[in-house]
C-alpha cells in the first residue's frame, strides 16, 4: 500500500474567530498532515477601506489571534512528538504590501509567507484551506487517494460546493441550499505538489499557484479529466452562508479595489452583480448571470 503523502495545510485569515475551532476539529487530524501554517494579516486597500475591521498591527479585531495562539500552544513540536498530531505554525504577519499590481496580489504576499515555511518542511502537497472552506472526512482521503493515483498532475482543481444561507433564511438547516452557475461556476485550484522554492508571482487564487517560474503545470480538473475516477472529492465553501456583515465588507473591499471597473476590473462586473445579489437576496428572487439556487443533496460536514 503506498504511504500516505506529507501534505501542509495552509490557511490566511483576518477576522475569522467564527470558523477557527470548526477548522481545527475538522481537519488536525487529515491522515498524512504534518504541519497547518496558519498567516494572519490585512491588505493595505483593505485597511484603508475598513479601518475599524484591523487593529493597529493589521491583525485581527475578533478574538482570531487569540484562538490561534492557543491552537500552536496546544499542537507545538512537543504535543506533534507525542500525539502524532501536526504542528500547528501561527505567523502574525499584519500588513502586506501597499498597492496591489494586479487583483489579489497583496494577498500572494501573505501566501508566500507559508510558502518560505514550506522550503524548511519541504511537504510532498500543498492544501489550501480557506477559512470558510471545509472537506469532510472520506473526501480528506479521497483526495490523498487522488494525488497518489495520479502522481504526473502537479495540481488538482476540485468542485466547490457553495452553501446558500443569505440572511433572508438564516433560520433555515445551515445545508439546506446551494447556489450554482453564474460567479458561483469560477474554479480554484486548492491542491498542488509541492517543489521547494515555489511562490506565488501573480494573483493568489484561480490558477495562478506558487511554482517555480517557467514550470509547466498540468492540471487535474474535475470537469475535464479522469471522467472514470468515481466520488471524487469535493471543497464545500459556507463564505455565502456568514454572517451579513462580514460578507458586506468583504463585497465592498473588492469592489473598492477595483471589481467591476475597466480597465482594472478585467470584466469582472459578474462577480460584483452575483456577490452583491447575495446581500439582498430573498425567496423567490433570480440571481444575475443564470446563477440559480437548487436544493443540496451533498456531503454535510462532520463538525456542525
Known amino acids: 500500500m503506498k504511504k500516505e503523502p506529507r501534505i501542509v495545510l495552509v490557511t490566511i485569515v483576518l477576522n475569522e474567530e467564527v470558523f477557527i475551532q470548526p477548522q481545527l476539529t475538522?481537519?488536525?487530524d487529515w491522515p498524512g498532515v504534518v504541519a497547518w501554517i496558519w498567516v494572519e494579516g490585512a491588505t493595505g486597500l483593505y485597511a484603508e477601506r475598513h479601518s475599524?475591521?484591523?487593529?493597529?498591527?493589521?491583525?485581527?479585531?475578533?478574538?482570531?489571534?487569540?484562538?490561534?495562539?492557543?491552537?500552536?500552544r496546544i499542537y507545538s513540536v512537543d504535543s506533534a512528538k507525542r500525539n502524532h498530531h501536526p504542528i500547528v505554525y501561527y505567523i502574525p504577519f499584519g500588513f502586506s504590501d501597499d498597492f496591489e499590481k494586479e487583483m489579489g496580489d497583496q494577498k500572494a504576499v501573505l501566501r508566500n509567507v507559508y510558502c518560505e515555511i514550506c522550503d524548511e518542511i519541504n511537504p510532498d502537497i500543498l492544501v489550501v484551506i480557506d477559512a470558510d472552506e471545509f472537506y469532510t472526512s472520506e473526501d480528506q482521503l479521497r483526495i490523498n487517494k487522488l494525488v497518489k493515483d495520479f502522481p504526473a498532475y502537479d495540481a488538482w482543481i476540485l468542485r466547490q460546493r457553495h452553501?446558500?444561507?443569505?440572511?433572508?433564511?438564516?433560520?433555515?438547516?445551515?445545508?439546506d441550499l446551494e447556489v450554482i452557475g453564474g460567479y458561483w461556476n469560477?474554479?480554484?485550484?486548492?491542491?498542488?505538489?509541492?517543489?521547494?522554492?515555489?511562490?506565488?508571482?501573480?494573483?493568489?487564487?484561480?490558477?495562478?499557484?506558487p511554482y517555480i517560474k517557467n514550470d509547466k503545470i498540468k492540471y487535474f480538473r474535475y470537469t475535464i479529466d479522469e471522467k472514470s475516477v468515481v466520488s471524487l472529492p469535493e471543497c464545500i465553501h459556507l463564505g455565502f452562508a456568514r454572517e451579513l456583515e462580514h460578507r458586506k465588507r468583504t463585497n465592498d473591499y473588492y469592489v473598492y479595489r477595483g471589481e467591476g471597473q475597466e480597465p482594472k476590473g478585467r470584466n469582472r462586473q459578474m462577480y460584483v452583480d452575483c456577490r452583491k445579489a447575495w446581500e439582498d437576496w430573498q425567496p423567490g428572487d433570480t440571481l444575475p448571470h443564470g446563477a440559480k439556487i437548487i436544493s443540496y443533496v451533498g456531503s454535510k460536514i462532520d463538525v456542525f
Open 26 to 28: 475538522q481537519h488536525i
Open 163 to 175: 452553501i446558500w444561507r443569505p440572511s433572508s433564511i438564516q433560520d433555515n438547516s445551515l445545508f
Open 186 to 209: 469560477i474554479s480554484h485550484c486548492r491542491i498542488w505538489r509541492w517543489k521547494r522554492g515555489s511562490r506565488y508571482f501573480f494573483n493568489h487564487n484561480l490558477l495562478h499557484y
Open 52 to 72: 475599524d475591521s484591523i487593529n493597529t498591527f493589521g491583525l485581527s479585531v475578533d478574538k482570531t489571534s487569540e484562538l490561534l495562539q492557543r491552537a500552536s
